[in-house]
């Protein structure tokens, strides 16, 4: 079977430049044009050549390899944590019983603490638990299933979900589960990546890549707006806002064609939805 080559990959970036544009501007076609003649005559030569091959790792052993990386520079959170902490802040403070639902390694968590939440943190993934703990030492944290939250009904007054639900085909029995342990009134916030992102290749890669070293990554499930609108009313939750966060500069900049084509990327990332952020309530 031939490599999947890094090749292969910026050619598709300079593909997706142009076809986002392609009927604007014949000049520019014609720059992506021959920016994807000089990918074909190089192909055999490094970096087009490097054999990328990557590998898909299942959820808790892709989270396992991943937690000690996590928080070091990743373009995505980078996008993700400005939209959704000025939320946070709306809902949380003192005496708000706040949950941090696949808490990862508690960076919400700890953003709730500081803003004077009782904060619980659940996560299937020990390493994740584990440094979550040490990030936030006041807060709760335990191991749990999203669909099978070890808490009684209407236990919290604020949720965070934060790219988490795009690792199950469908979230409506997670969504269901998150409303159970809502009050009344309470806010969940879901931050997941956008199915545009997708068209880029948007999975959850980690590690990075090199000669000799395969890429590695854990499966996204792309879910549209029918998904979640009928998972929230499902759960009995009414939506209040939705945001679709563009691409931001730090991802447009992280792409590994970035240094070969800078145009192309910007042509192909800029302005491309990266994540949904949804604010939803449970009804009085």
């Not at 638990?129 to 669909?147: M, Q």
């Not at 070969?260 to 491309?272: E, F, I, S």
């Amino acid at each position: 079977m031939p490599d999947i080559t890094a090749g292969h990959f910026i050619a598709g970036t300079i593909g997706v430049a142009m076809l986002r544009r392609w009927y604007a501007d014949g000049d520019v076609n014609e720059q992506r044009m021959a920016e994807l003649a000089d990918v074909l005559e190089r192909r055999d030569a490094f970096p087009f050549s490097l054999a990328l091959n990557p590998s898909e790792r299942e959820l808790l052993a892709g989270y396992a390899e991943w937690s000690g990386s996590y928080d070091t520079p990743n373009p995505l959170i980078a996008a993700e944590e400005p939209a959704v902490r000025p939320i946070l802040e709306r809902f949380g403070g003192p005496g708000v019983d706040a949950l941090d639902a696949a808490c990862g390694t508690g960076r919400h968590a700890a953003h709730l603490a500081a803003l004077g939440c009782t904060t619980t943190g659940v996560d299937q993934s020990p390493e994740m638990l584990a440094l979550a703990r040490a990030k936030v030492p006041a807060g709760r944290f335990e191991a749990a299933d999203l669909h099978a939250l070890p808490f009684a009904d209407e236990s919290f007054d604020l949720v965070v979900i934060a790219l988490a639900l795009c690792h199950l085909a469908d979230p409506t029995r997670a969504i269901a589960e998150l409303a159970r342990v809502l009050r009344p009134g309470g806010a969940l916030v879901v931050s997941d990546p956008h199915p545009a992102a997708a068209i880029v290749g948007g999975q959850a890669f980690y590690g990075g890549f090199g000669a000799g070293r395969m890429m590695t990554w854990v499966r996204n499930h792309p879910h549209g707006a029918p998904t979640w609108l009928r998972a929230f009313r499902a759960g009995g939750l009414e939506v209040e806002d939705c945001e679709e966060i563009a691409m931001v500069e730090e991802q447009i900049v992280a792409s590994p064609v970035a240094t070969l084509y800078p145009d192309a990327v910007r042509a192909a990332l800029t302005g491309l939805p990266t994540l949904w952020v949804w604010v939803v309530r449970k009804a009085m």
